[in-house]
């Protein structure tokens, strides 16, 4: 059975702090990985997809890798701002499945 | 990108009566819909897969008598939590599947049970 977990669980930077969010995975056969924002009360928004095959996706300040050998994804976000305050979550699809499977969240908080 | 709504997004209700909770694919058509339940400060815990025209499939553990999902179009689903109890109370945030790879999520609805 699948298991995903991030860590930290909470994470307080402050501004213009570089950082890197960490999520593993027990099986390795996985599909691709996703990480997600959540902001507070509110639904999920997709950041970067990753797919079994890639290495890495980069969207502006933010960099996702993935070691699917390893099982391992970072989620690197450059220059942090206040803004980018809020809950990652990623998410692992399986080569069989419609599902996604969800790690537990980092909260980020971005001092000023 | 495609836009997935949900409708209320905020409900208190008394215990003992039924919710509905709709989630509409805006843009697209979406065969496959998914319903997670969220706890505060935990993930979301997948409930139930819809499929459009048939029979929802629940996860282990969830009552399917309790949680009835409705997929009746390509752009609609519904869940009805039936006889709420305080312990329903959560966040309920449904998604869209479009194509293989790409799910889209609503802005989920917060229920609270008095």
């Known amino acids: 059975k699948q298991e995903v977990t991030q860590i930290p669980a909470a994470l307080s930077v402050p501004e213009g702090e570089n950082l890197v969010l960490n999520c593993s995975f027990t099986?390795?056969?996985?599909?691709?990985l996703q990480w997600f924002r959540q902001d507070p009360g509110k639904g999920l928004t997709s950041l970067l997809l990753?797919?079994?095959?890639?290495r890495e996706q980069t969207s502006g300040r933010l960099n996702a890798s993935l070691d699917k050998s390893s099982g391992r994804s970072t989620l690197y976000i450059a220059a942090s701002q206040p803004g980018d305050s809020a809950t990652y979550l990623c998410?692992?699809?399986?080569?069989?499945?419609?599902?996604?499977?969800f790690g537990s969240g980092t909260r980020l908080l971005v001092r000023p | 990108g495609a836009v997935v709504s949900q409708h209320p997004s905020r409900v208190i209700c008394k215990s003992g009566t039924s919710v509905k909770i709709e989630c509409r694919s805006l843009?697209?058509?979406?065969?496959?819909m998914f319903w997670y339940r969220q706890f505060p400060k935990k993930s979301l815990m997948l409930m139930a897969t819809?499929?459009?025209?048939?029979?929802?499939?629940?996860e282990q553990g969830v009552e399917k008598d309790k949680f009835l999902i409705n997929h009746a179009s390509l752009t609609l689903s519904t869940l009805t939590v039936t006889s709420a109890h305080p312990e329903d109370s959560s966040f309920y945030i449904c998604?869209?599947?479009?194509?293989?790879?790409?799910?889209?999520f609503g802005p989920g609805t917060r229920l609270t049970v008095l």
């Open positions: 819809s499929n459009e025209g048939s029979k929802a499939t629940y």
């Open positions: 998604s869209a599947r479009r194509g293989w790879d790409e799910q889209f």
């Open positions: 990753i797919q079994s095959s890639q």
């Open positions: 998410a692992v699809k399986m080569d069989s499945s419609y599902k996604l499977i």
């Open positions: 843009d697209f058509q979406a065969t496959t």
């Open positions: 099986d390795s056969a996985i599909y691709n």
